[in-house]
């Protein structure tokens, strides 16, 4: 199996393009500082100053969600970006969510978020390591052109 090979039909998209416009909405938030997020340099900051992140590390995440994001809906190094959006949500479980339990806030009576939507990310993001990109995916378009694993 290689790197871009995809076993993936429209599942794999539909898992794709779902995670990836998830993720690239919270890049950009962190990145560019749409959908009100902050821009950049305020998200590295509140990451190092606040949390006492290393910077590589901060901006790692950045990347993960925000090229991770892209990746995912263009459907280009598809294995990589979900195994970056994995790490990603792992960190968030261990660092952040952990303590505040499985379920969401929803009723406003928690100090912060469960971790749910982050197993549900990490889900996602081994199917898609697993059975690649799927149709309509750069990988596939690139991949075409190999001879088959052996």
């Given at each position: 199996m290689g790197l871009l090979s995809t076993?993936?039909?429209v599942s794999s998209l539909i898992l794709r393009l779902t995670l990836g416009v998830v993720m690239f909405a919270h890049g950009s938030q962190k990145v560019l500082g749409w959908f009100g997020g902050q821009t950049f340099f305020e998200t590295l900051n509140m990451f190092t100053q606040k949390m006492h992140m290393p910077a590589p590390l901060a901006i790692l995440i950045m990347?993960?969600?925000?090229?991770?994001?892209?990746?995912?809906?263009?459907?280009?190094?598809?294995?990589i970006a979900a195994f970056g959006v994995a790490c990603d949500m792992i960190g968030a479980i261990a660092l952040v969510h952990w303590k505040f339990g499985l379920f969401m806030n929803w009723f406003g009576t928690?100090?912060?978020?469960?971790?749910?939507?982050h197993l549900l990310a990490i889900a996602i993001c081994i199917a898609l390591i697993i059975r690649g990109a799927g149709v309509l995916s750069l990988d596939r378009l690139l991949s075409a052109g190999s001879p088959p694993a052996a």
């Open positions: 076993n993936g039909g990347a993960a969600e925000f090229l991770g994001g892209l990746g995912l809906i263009v459907g280009l190094l598809t294995r928690q100090k912060g978020e469960g971790f749910e939507y």
